[in-house]
């Protein structure tokens, strides 16, 4: 664990942390100073120089580092994150339930989970540590940005472990829907199992040939709506993008997903095309207290943009409410 940061929050955003390699082989010549070793571990775009000439990078006593400070190994360096003009994402994050330790939201589309490239205040972590004064909240586990539904979080560091340990033991039973094309000839339910990888770094996910198996889920047909159908998902392991390329898959891809079967060419700011994918539910025995818990999303398929009339593109189904349990 590093340091306390010497920087408050800022936007409901605590600093970066960044720490040297505790190596000294060769470093010095790699990275004689602070600077240079900033310049090589931070992205291109970041105005390294202009950050260290106004005092933006600190160590841990809170001290303004200078370029020309010498490289130090195993030091730790806070900043913070420079935040774009973000555009407000539409829609409300729906507070399901709140206690000591668990706030359990329903996400609306495009909002991200966490604080991460393009979105930093537009992302649920640190709007609700705002909105709800609880600088300490973190996520127990991460819906993709363009998936809309149950999301469960932690009021403070120390009750991650127990809820977190609960979602790798795969103790949480989660259930999803989609809504994709029907298929004549597809037999359903059916469970497509195979193994899936996702390197670091590239936008899709793959199906990995004779791998074993790493990824699982059922697929059950529950209704149609307008010559579509609303698929009920069980997934029973947790793989990057598994629902949606277990769906692409089986050729019947998520309505308004950007990137199975193909990479669409859509703006990350464009608001108008939600992907019909939804966290509808999640039940769990609580590991604290024993209890048996379950939260379903007030929102169903098929979602419809909450941006303003007259930003819409035109769509052919729209959205209702559903009851919360």
Request: hydrophobic share 40%.
């Amino acid at each position: 664990m590093p340091p306390v940061s010497p920087l408050p929050a800022r936007h409901g955003l605590g600093a970066a942390h960044l720490c040297t390699p505790s190596r000294t082989r060769g470093v010095a010549d790699a990275w004689p100073t602070m600077g240079a070793w900033l310049r090589h571990r931070l992205p291109e775009h970041v105005d390294v120089a202009g950050m260290l000439a106004d005092g933006s990078f600190v160590d841990e006593d809170g001290r303004a580092l200078r370029d020309d400070d010498p490289y130090v190994p195993a030091r730790h360096v806070w900043f913070h994150r420079i935040v774009r003009d973000e555009p407000v994402v539409p829609g409300t994050i729906h507070v399901v339930h709140r206690d000591e330790r668990l706030v359990v939201v329903d996400k609306p589309p495009f909002l991200s989970t966490i604080p991460r490239g393009r979105h930093i205040v537009q992302s649920v972590v640190v709007r609700l540590r705002d909105e709800l004064d609880l600088p300490e909240l973190s996520p127990l586990h991460r819906l993709d940005r363009g998936t809309s539904g149950i999301l469960l979080l932690a009021t403070e560091r120390r009750w991650r472990g127990a809820y977190q340990t609960a979602f790798e033991r795969r103790t949480m039973d989660k259930t999803y829907r989609a809504l994709a094309p029907l298929r004549a000839d597809l037999e359903l339910p059916t469970v497509v199992r195979n193994h899936l990888r996702k390197v670091r770094g590239t936008l899709h996910a793959e199906v990995v040939p004779d791998a074993p198996v790493n990824a699982e889920t059922l697929v059950e047909l529950e209704r149609e709506v307008d010559g579509l159908g609303v698929y009920r998902l069980t997934p029973r392991t947790g793989r990057t993008h598994q629902l949606r390329l277990h769906l692409s898959d089986l050729g019947i891809p998520i309505v308004g997903d950007p990137l199975y079967p193909v990479l669409r060419d859509v703006d990350l700011d464009d608001f108008r095309e939600p992907m019909q994918l939804l966290a509808a539910g999640i039940a769990f025995t609580d590991p604290v207290d024993g209890r048996r818990r379950e939260f379903r999303s007030v929102r169903s398929l098929p979602l419809t943009s909450a941006m303003p009339p007259a930003a819409r593109v035109p769509a052919a189904v729209g959205e209702r409410s559903a009851a919360t349990t």
